[in-house]
């Protein structure tokens, strides 16, 4: 046999013995250097206490550092777009909060395309938002609260955590629907929105639970309702929406993680595997919990189809409430 023949059948051997490996082992070629795990938001805030978490996991999983990155500006549009002009090769992932599919429509200038400039992983977690109330109100359920507003037109206010915010959308969908008179008042934080309705300067609150549930363990303010269709593992006696006999009313925050579009699917798969473990962890869940966060881990299909079905969604709220961003 010649040698030029032998090295042909050597070098066939080898990529057959290559293309008969596990899935799994010949993912392990990613990552091979750091990843570089961008938050378009501010240092403190809850997407960043949350992904300091995941990558310090990743981390330990896939023994590379996850590091992270905080780009700020635009509400997350600066970091979001640094992201999406990143070559996608898995070592730049990007997590986002709700504001993902409500800034297009909140903001004309939002400069990336949530469909076409990345790949969904996965919703890792999530928070309804909890509907609360001053004590002093005269309401015990949503639709006590409803025929309370309706009768005192004007009278009444909600607090959030700010322009765009979840808890702002969701106030938006009630006032909208139900045809009320109701004032929204902003505030920069959900913890200040909780201060001002503990005070009945603006009496009722739609934030997430983070801020909300001790308040409510100590009578401090009364929770009506969650937004979502399930109840929330904070509050388990308090009704949802739907059992309050509004279903269309809901609205939760997530925190999601994307990657460029064009990341090849191995590692968006590899990724996604290894974030559904994390958020499964009982350490992880604990820490969740204390947060008002609850796992999910969808898959990327069901990821993207959430996309697609909440930003037309969001923005028929922010078109009919006449939101503005400040």
Known sequence: MSLHRRRLLMLSALTATSLGLPRRVRAQSYPTKPVRLIIPFGAGGPTDVFGRLAALKLSDALGQQFFVENIVGASGNIGTLRAAKSPPDGYTML????????????????????????????????????????????????????????????????????????????GEQFRVQLGLDLIHVPFQSAGLAVQSAMGNHTPICIVSPAPTVSQVADGKLRALAVTRKNRSQALPNVPTMAEAGHPDIEGENWFAFVVPAGTPRNIVALLHREIVKIVALPDVKEK???????????????FAAQIKRELPKWAQVVKAANIKAE
């Open 95 to 170: 997590l986002v909060p709700t504001n993902f599919v409500v800034n297009p429509a909140l903001l004309p200038s939002t400069p990336y395309d949530a469909v076409k400039d990345f790949e969904p992983i996965t919703v890792a977690v999530t928070s309804p938002m909890i509907i609360s109330i001053h004590p002093s109100l005269p309401a015990h359920t949503v639709q006590d609260l409803i025929a309370l507003i309706k009768a005192n037109p004007g009278k009444y206010s909600y607090a959030s955590g700010g322009v765009g915010s979840p808890g702002h959308l969701v």
């Open 288 to 302: 969740l919990a204390a947060m008002g966060f609850e796992p999910v881990g969808n898959s990327p299909d069901e």
